[in-house]
């Protein structure tokens, strides 16, 4: 994001992993020849990818600015804070502990904190257990399909959300972005 790299060599700073890996990306994507793109990519496998929560917070800072707030790329990250806040609002009601998507938020959010495995190195133990545990959460067992069961408490958490008028993002209860043919999965897949 040249956004965040200028203005930190503005403000004294040096570039960061997050700004050698974004400059390395913009080499790559204007590479004209196998070589050049040859030469890159161990320079990009080296670093580490960025840190979830430091790329959302550099994603959250980018989108406050009053040229970028209604970017489609903004847009879409006011709709994904508003689907996790509404994934605390349903997730946090005792009646809901045990669903389906509370579970598979809690995995995730597990998951998530865990640091990134180094590049050429294999997941942690506990990076693994819990993605076992994942994959058996969403496995098929005989009965109603896991994903349709999430996809159906997804849509039911956001109507009982829009309903008590819980909603800080007007957009989010306003559009009914299941009728576009998406689903609750493909909005939610990575959010939670």
Known sequence: MDWYCSKRLVE????????????????????????????IL???????????????????????????????????????????RMNRWYCGQEQHKDGLWCRRTALLDQIQKLPP????????????ALSQKMSAMMAPNGGPSPSKSLSEEISAAKKAYCAAAVSEEKSYCQDDVLASGHTAIDMHKFTG
């Open 12 to 39: 004294g700073g040096q570039a960061d992993g997050f700004c050698k890996r974004n400059d390395l990306l913009k080499k790559l994507r204007t590479a004209s020849t196998d070589a050049e793109r040859q030469e």
């Open 42 to 84: 161990p320079q990009l496998r080296a670093l580490p990818p960025p840190a979830f929560g430091t790329a959302q917070a550099i994603y959250a800072d980018f989108c406050k600015l009053k040229p970028n707030i209604e970017s489609t790329f903004c847009l879409s990250t006011r709709r994904t804070a508003e689907s996790k």
């Open 117 to 128: 495995p180094q590049p050429g190195s294999p997941p942690s133990d506990e990076r693994k």
